[in-house]
């Protein structure tokens, strides 16, 4: 029986862990997990710096505005440049950029002379490097993973690193504020940014085929937006996560809020909420990657949607610290699981060429449309309270959730020829 058992243990690790068999995603994988855990350590502190200094809604609401608004205004230009130029070279550029931002921050908190304008120009800095950075990164992994059905493990297995940063960033950013201050988290933000440049130098992948005739980048992006948008499946994803980015991701943005005003606390209280939305997020990317097909990955995406919802609706209401934490591990969950689901989708269904410009759109849906929506959060948790904000957000995304699920036999009639023709598992129950 315990041999049994070690071999079953043997065989759900094989499943889970399909991506490490390439050496090149192992060395970005690693490189990541240092790289990430920095940002996120980056991010909590410059949402809680901004509202120490200011204790402005708006301002919270802003600063994530500078940081997200270039996704989606970018947008034609980083999705061609997804599809047409180096990847590898690409991200070892945005990453750069980013490692040097995280070090002017760190030396302005340190020496004393940190502005709020500072802060807002270095966000919309870092949101300039972020909207080349995502697209490319996406488009990159399956540059990496030689097999087409273990594209979804690895994306899972990102999804899980991602998110594992975003339980022990947190953590340790809110430990680090308390105890010495804001400054310490972007320095050892732009130190962790190393370890994924190196590993992007070692690492070799077959060089990008570019079509022979170049368009120019509008004709290209014109090119990308029709299909993207004429294709119906994919228009559908865009726009759940479109309403997801403007309604329901703004809960982020007003976390200082809940952490100091609501729940009393501190920055500790941050980094635990935050932490929790990543222990969630944890369980939900560990799930996925253990999925050994695409079947299902449509109904995946509407109903995690909805648990998304709930969770946001149950957090709203929430006055415990225990209470919000579990809420926001149901939110992380759903979030995740819906991101990565309709991620894997839409990599599927692209066609190859026009991968990086599709991805391009995923990303101007998420993090182009939040900026607004945190400008929106901002505005309403002034007038109405940060609860009504996080719960009108929370029903919006619900009903978003429940009109996808209603559409998925329309869609699923669509995608049935692309997966027969790729040799894909077809998904015939959602």
Known sequence: MHGLNLEIIKGNYKVFSRAFQYRNYRLYFTGQAISVIGTWMQRIAMSWLIYRITGSAWLLGVVSFTGQVPSLFLAPVVGVAADRQNRRSLIIITQTL?????FILAALILSGTIKVWHIIVLSLFLGLVGAFDQPARQAFVQDMIEKKEDLSNAIGMNSLLFNGARFIGPSIAGILIAAVGEGWCFLLNGISYIAVIIALFMIRVKK????????????????????????????????????????????????????????EGDSKTMGF??????????????????????????????????????????????????????????CGFGQITAFTSSNTSLQTIADSDKRGRVLAFYHASLMGVAPFGSLLAGALANSIGAERTVMIGGIVCFMAGVFFYLSIPKLRKTVRPIFIEMGVEYPDNG
Do not use: H, N
């Open 98 to 102: 980013a490692m040097v931002q995280a």
């Open 208 to 263: 990008l085929e570019i079509r022979a005739v170049q368009g120019r980048m509008i004709a290209d992006f014109i090119e990308g937006a029709r299909y993207s948008f004429g294709f119906e499946p994919i228009r559908f994803i865009l726009i759940m996560l479109s309403i997801m980015g403007l309604m329901g991701l703004p809960y982020i943005t007003l976390m200082p809020i809940y952490a100091r005003d609501i729940l």
């Open 273 to 330: 909420l935050m932490a929790s939305v990543g222990v969630g997020a944890i369980i939900g990317a560990v799930m996925f990657a253990m999925r050994r097909s695409l079947r299902g990955i449509g109904t995946s995406i509407a109903v995690s949607t909805a648990v998304f919802s709930v969770g946001l609706i149950l957090f709203s209401f929430s006055k415990s610290i225990w209470l919000s934490m579990i809420c926001l591990a149901i």
